[in-house]
């Protein structure tokens, strides 16, 4: 602790104060070729801490795996599925985690992924009131 201590209050200090930091922007004009040379490491630090912090705080895109459909028909811009209201039985259920081998409908791919993830989605079931077989 002392080492860091003595860093910081005397060895930093002295460093800073030795540098040839001009005061005014004209005298970045006249500063020497050593003079240049010293403010290097210090203008290299105080460079790389800004590109640190910047890169830390900038607004980054999503990574790719917050996609929610991951691999179903990916070559299409939008993943669009009809289905005629007739033919849908007496029930269905269509998928909403975009896991499905059966896609558009569920297969139970949900629960594998709820499991892996901690998620909770799971089908869009449609189911009639009363059978088609009671209404023919
Ligand atoms: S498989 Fe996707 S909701 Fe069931």
Known sequence: MEVISSLIRVTLPNYLKNLPVPA???????????EWLQLLPFVGMISLLSYV????????????????N??????????????????LGDKVSYCRCWRSKKFPICDGSHNKHNEETGDNVGPLVLKRKEPLSATK
């Open 24 to 34: 005014s922007i004209m005298g970045i004009a006249r500063l020497s070729g050593s």
């Open 53 to 68: 912090t910047y890169q830390a705080f900038r607004s980054k895109p999503p990574p790719k795996d917050s996609c929610v």
């Open 70 to 87: 991951l691999k179903i028909q990916k070559e299409s811009s939008k993943v669009v599925n009809m289905v005629d209201i007739e033919e």
